[in-house]
């Protein structure tokens, strides 16, 4: 096939290797200039480990990111502990463990894996449209067209052009930066630490690996917000914030020194909402072009990588459909409802639990953090609900790709 890959973030370049290594024409289409990631750092969990070494790509990941094996969150005004999930016991292998990783780092792995397989990246052209035409789907950029393809897939993300996805925006976001891990500091270089007030506010510090262009170890450090109070936050000063987070949790302040400059922190707004048909005539949807949550649950690169995976192999096993006589244009359209049969039940059951989630954590509510620091926080932690909760943070609660085995 002839395949036109629109966005080279995580879930595009990830199906782009896998359909090069399955020998495919594939190229690859970015708005930017030279292809480079937004944001700061993400964990990458077990299931998502497995695509990535499907893809060529997970060596160069676990050599820059930072095993986590457990995921802990106190409330800081009695002190309750609110979260606490632990992937695997201390010792335990790594690949049981979820992967933090920053962007940048997985990016480079991901396109190191896409270089190898011989592909390049077209920069400088954000798709605006797409059109079916008797060949295929072209892709149009300003008045030119691209193609045709025989298939053309979407994963430019949430800003996409091409999506039909309506999301509701959430009220609450986040900003977001990169810092050096501290000297100095009582904080595991193994786990996810979170501190709460009440639902309003939330900071957290994830340990990373390298990044590109840094030295020594670092960390992402981020801290929730109404959207509504973001400019809020920027006007009033770095002083105020490092105060308040100071006096919120004393040990994060070690993180904030290197903060000199809001412009070091960025502004994350979140949205929830999901496609109901993920695909349409030789066209597919993946990632945040197809669905959007927040990122409470820390499945949004897993899920985008999953989503290539499972598209990847629904093609290969519709092409193999060749020898009955079928046309390529319903070989491609009986993969791309493969496709999402495969992924329905796994996306929907982390839609529905990040939508119940996310309020206990962020939101104005006053009701929803009594109930998780009083009731649900005691409740998970009696047996069987800590093995669940585990399975829910490494993306196995159900299967990633229904019928699928070896992921």
Not at 76 to 89: E, S, T
Not at 120 to 130: L, N, P, Q, S, V
Request: proline share 8%.
């Amino acid at each position: 096939m002839k395949v036109g890959v629109a966005g080279a973030g995580i879930g595009g370049l990830a199906l782009a290797a896998m359909l090069a290594r399955a020998g495919h024409e594939v190229m690859v289409f970015d708005q930017f200039d030279a292809p480079r990631p937004v944001g700061s750092g993400l964990v990458i969990q077990p299931v998502g480990m497995a695509v990535l070494d499907a893809v060529g790509a997970g060596a160069a990941a676990r050599a820059a990111g930072q095993p986590i094996r457990r995921m802990q969150g106190l409330e800081v005004g009695a002190g309750r502990v609110v979260l606490d999930v632990a992937y695997a016991p201390p010792g335990a292998a790594p690949d049981r463990m979820g992967l933090a990783i920053h962007r940048a780092s997985l990016h480079a792995a991901l396109l190191s894996a896409v270089t190898a397989s011989g592909l390049r990246i077209t920069t400088g052209h954000r798709i605006e449209t797409t059109m079916i035409c008797p060949r295929g789907r072209w892709l149009g950029i300003g008045g030119d067209r691209l193609g045709p393809f025989d298939l053309v897939v979407d994963a430019t993300g949430a800003a996409s052009c091409l999506s039909p996805l309506q999301a509701r925006s959430l009220p609450y976001g986040a900003v977001w930066g990169t810092v050096p891990w501290p000297k100095t500091t009582p904080l595991p270089r193994d786990e996810l630490t979170q501190r709460y007030r009440r639902a309003d506010r939330m900071a957290g510090v994830l340990p990373l690996g390298t990044v590109p262009g840094r030295e020594g170890p670092q960390a992402a450090i981020f801290w929730s917000l109404p959207v509504t109070g973001m400019e809020d936050w920027r006007a009033t000063g770095l002083a105020a914030w490092k105060a308040e987070a100071a006096e919120l949790w004393p040990d994060y302040a070690d993180f904030l020194e290197a903060v000199t400059d809001p412009g070091q922190m960025v502004s994350a707004r979140y949205s929830h909402g999901s496609l109901r048909r993920p695909f349409a005539p030789r066209l597919a949807f993946l990632g945040d072009a197809a669905h959007r949550a927040s990122p409470q649950l820390g499945q949004g690169a897993n899920m985008a990588l999953l989503d290539a995976l499972a598209l990847a192999r629904a093609l290969e096993r519709a092409l193999a459909a060749q020898g009955r006589g079928e046309a390529l244009e319903d070989r491609i359209a009986s993969a791309l409802a493969d496709h999402a049969r495969m992924r329905r039940w796994h996306l929907r059951l982390y839609q529905a639990l990040s939508a119940a989630f996310t309020p206990q954590y962020q939101s104005d509510s006053r009701v929803l953090p009594v109930l998780r620091d009083r009731f649900l926080a005691p409740l998970s932690q009696i047996p069987p609900l800590p093995t669940i909760l585990s399975r829910l943070v490494a993306g196995r609660l159900l299967p990633p790709l229904a019928g699928e085995t070896g992921i």
